[in-house]
């Protein structure tokens, strides 16, 4: 044997173990032997066989109970590509948790089955799914917000409108005919009791918006801070804007001894700020940027400025909080949710508005600072 | 004791760990952590026939980027698949679930949890659609976050699994 065949044998055990592989051989129908000194968390797992040292994994795992059937037939068709079982969790007997992947493997008449245990890698590969599939769920609950602005809007405007002007008309004809008749009295009062439904629906569908509104912090201890909150949502945000190639950043322009704490409710803030970067972010064009700043605005102001280096709206767009509903089709699908911000922001004292210069345009809003010493 | 396998499948997030969790442990998280691999619960449940120790298979939701696969599933006596109420989309996926469950598993037993129903305000479902599978499967309106119906909902899979 030549001296490297000779080190090889040697090593090969010790490499295996360094690389949290257990390797069994398949030693009858059921049992198995281990060919190595196997890693620590093995034995901790799936015990130490019995006196002969042969083990009995379909005794100790369910999910090996489980792929041992397809090793089986792998094994017996003789095939030369290993078999993986995919990744399982396992707990050991001071109740860790791991994270194994068994495989098959038919070598010069031997059943070989080596088990792993997957330590950093596995935990880089939860990390991107988990990644992935938060991105999934936040643009499905993005389009649902938008879906259910549709709905509204069409009730709003398709139905409630056109049922108060047909009362409007029919108290005008009335008014000129000196009085109405039974007749317009009872289409009158159908009239009303179908927009009380209409209305009742509304308010049902946004309950919880509604219920949210009443929220509100004014105390230091409980008031959220602007900055944070900025600050949690770019970071959280990120990732959406690269992939659509629209750079996103935030600077604050108060001094760091300033508290940016402001009267609000921190859930409802998120959902302001939120609302504000998705308008911002699904009308910038590839290789734009939102820039997000926080000023003070006098002693008793804290203000919130999102610049866009392109504009998401025209000159008009200046109006926008003035008559949301009325806008044209393609403002119109967002403007149920700006028109929530207004209420939000109006309702916590502030303002909010936005402004269009040259090429760019700012979304502006400013809400009461809270200070320490406020009682 | 009698054991049964229970897979539970269904797109990801709708809440399969979370109402593994709750039947099996009595507690919830908020957090979502996705579940990548395979996890195996017991719990013994009491039946007509006599106590029945129930293995749960807590499958890794699917989506693009991973899909079920077929051989976990085999010797099952029982399926729950899971639909989140407030993602219409993944009353699609339980649809094709069960067509195929049907092809491949005829005998087992298999029912549908809608979960999250706590979340009434978001509810999104097509209710024609929830209809025409309700007339083919058994459906349970469950909350893992409240724990409204969960252990009655396994309770009628462990009986029908017979
Ligand atoms: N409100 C509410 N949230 C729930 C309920 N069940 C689960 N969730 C939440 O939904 C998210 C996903 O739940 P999981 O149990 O991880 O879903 P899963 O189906 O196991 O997901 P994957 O493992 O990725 O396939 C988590 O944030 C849970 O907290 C429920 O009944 N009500
Ligand atoms: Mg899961």
């Given amino acids: ?375 | 004791m009698q054991q049964r396998k229970v897979c539970l499948i269904g797109s990801f997030a709708v809440g399969k760990t979370s109402l593994l969790q709750r039947f099996v442990f009595s507690r919830f998280a908020d957090k979502y952590l996705t579940t990548v691999g395979v996890k195996i619960d017991r719990k013994i449940v009491p039946t007509s026939r006599g106590s029945v120790s129930l293995i749960l298979w807590d499958l890794a939701g699917e989506d693009e980027f991973q899909s079920l696969q077929t051989a976990y599933l085999r010797g099952s006596a029982g399926f729950v698949v899971v639909i989140d109420c407030t993602r219409n989309e993944t009353m699609q996926q339980a649809r094709a679930h069960l067509e195929f469950l049907d092809e491949e598993f005829p005998n087992a037993a298999k029912t549908i949890f809608v979960n999250k129903v706590d979340l009434e305000n978001a509810w999104d479902l097509e209710q024609q659609e929830l209809s025409s599978l309700e007339k083919l499967h058994p459906v349970h309106r469950t909350s893992a976050k409240t724990g409204a119906n969960v252990e009655e909902a396994f309770h009628d899979l462990a009986e029908a699994m017979g």
């Fill in chain 1, 1 to 375: 044997m030549s001296p490297l065949s000779q080190v090889s044998i040697d090593l090969l055990p010790e490499v295996a173990r360094r690389l949290n592989l257990a390797l069994l051989c398949r030693s009858n129908e059921s049992a198995f032997i281990l060919m190595q000194e196997p890693p620590e968390w093995f034995g901790q797992i799936f015990g130490n066989g019995n006196d002969n040292g042969e083990f009995h994994l379909e005794q100790v795992s369910i999910f090996l109970e489980s792929f041992l059937v397809d090793a089986a037939n792998h094994w017996a068709s003789e095939r030369p590509e290993p078999l993986k079982s995919g990744v399982w969790h396992e707990f050991d007997k001071h109740d860790r948790e791991h994270y194994l992947e068994a495989t098959s493997l038919y070598v010069s008449g031997h059943c070989i089955l080596i088990v792993e245990s997957l330590g950093h890698d596995y935990e880089v590969r939860v990390q991107l799914f988990q990644k992935a599939r938060n991105f999934v769920l936040q643009n499905q609950s993005l389009d649902y917000e938008l879906q259910k602005n549709d709905v509204l809007l069409h009730f709003l405007s398709g139905e409630l409108a056109p049922s108060m002007q047909r009362v409007s008309r029919m108290l005008a004809d009335g008014k000129a005919a000196g009085g109405l008749n039974a007749e317009a009295l009872s289409e009158l009062s159908k009239q009303v009791a179908k927009q009380d439904i209409l209305l009742d629906t509304f308010l049902r569908g946004f309950s919880s918006e509604i219920v949210a509104m009443q929220h509100v912090s004014r105390d230091y201890s409980s008031a959220p801070d602007i900055t944070e909150v900025i600050r949690t949502l770019v970071k959280s945000e990120l990732e959406s804007f690269i992939s659509r190639s629209v750079g996103l950043s935030m600077d604050s322009t108060v001094p760091s001894n300033e508290s940016t704490k402001v009267v609000s409710h921190r859930g409802r803030l998120e959902k302001v700020v939120g609302s504000l970067m998705h308008f911002t972010l699904r009308r910038a064009p590839e290789g734009a940027s939102v820039n997000i700043q926080v000023h003070s605005h006098g002693e008793d102001w804290i203000l919130t400025e999102i610049h866009e280096s392109v504009a998401s709206l025209g000159q008009e767009g200046e109006a926008i909080f003035d008559h949301l509903l009325t806008e044209e089709p393609m403002v119109r699908r967002a403007a149920l949710s700006l028109y929530f911000c207004k209420l939000t922001i109006d309702r916590w004292g502030g303002e909010i508005g936005y402004r269009h210069a040259g090429d760019s345009g700012c979304w502006w809003f400013r809400l009461r600072r809270v200070k320490a010493s406020t009682p």
